[in-house]
């Protein structure tokens, strides 16, 4: 089949949330969020979807999500494990340490790299990212060829959770390319109305600042520098137990070195997510109002 793929970040562990997010049925007739993530691609054009995911979570995953979306869309399944694709220094590195979980987005993508052999878009699996980003990749991703990379950028003040506060990798843009991604974490709405970084001591964040929710295209050829940045992060991080290696920084890390430019693709779609197990019954709710509004049938795979 021709057309771009969707890969899915599905290996997440929920700290936060108290359990697999990537599974809670949130939808009118059972859905999980990624459900409507796969829905709105395949009208967008795109071909198949690629899961990546824990061999811990296999059996469920399959019988809740792939069953009833494989009968109507080609899916994968690639897996992200604590020892995927690491080198026998840094494993050992990791040990010592204790580390317990992967290495972060960007050690996901890499896991999923066999399945990829088309211009692809990625995104989270507990993210809601609206339709019109996905016709904004799909339509990319089509051209041929696929030059550089693109990204969907939401409002920060449209990305907050009520609940606590949230990481975000937050984009400057200039001359229409994505100029510099800073991945910042604690940020959240204070007491004074303003957004910060850190708490009112910290850095002050526009509403509108453009910030990444991990909605990206790129072409196959992303795969070489993004293995020479994992390689490089191991050989600094490996025996720190919690470090992670995030797709953000390292689509930074491509811009300076001036590896890969990135299109930001502007859809006013609107995004929201389960950060916190508090944030289900909005994403409940906005998932019910948009199938009210018959942006989606009741039963998505019918």
Known sequence: MTGPILVVLAAGMGSRYGGLKQMDRIGTSGEVLLDYSVYDAKRSGFARAVFIIRKDIEADFRELVLRRIGAFFPCDVAFQELDSLIPETARAAAKQAGRSKPWGTAHALLCAEEHIDAPFAIINADDFYGREAFAALGAYLSKTPVSGGAIVPYALHKTLSPEGSVTRGVCEIRDDYLASVDELTAIAREADGKIYNGGVTGRMLPDDTPVSMNCWGFSPSIFPPLRRYFDDFLAVKSGEPKSECYLP??????????????????????????????????????????????????????
Not at 251 to 277: C, H, K, N, S
Request: charged letters at 25%.
């Open 249 to 302: 920084m390292a689509a930074d890390w491509m811009i300076r070195e001036g590896i890969l430019r990135f299109r930001p693709l502007w859809a006013d779609a609107q995004w929201f997510g389960v950060t916190y197990r508090e944030d289900r019954e909005n994403a409940a709710r906005r998932i019910a109002e948009l199938a009210a509004a018959g942006v989606y049938p009741p039963a998505l795979w019918a």
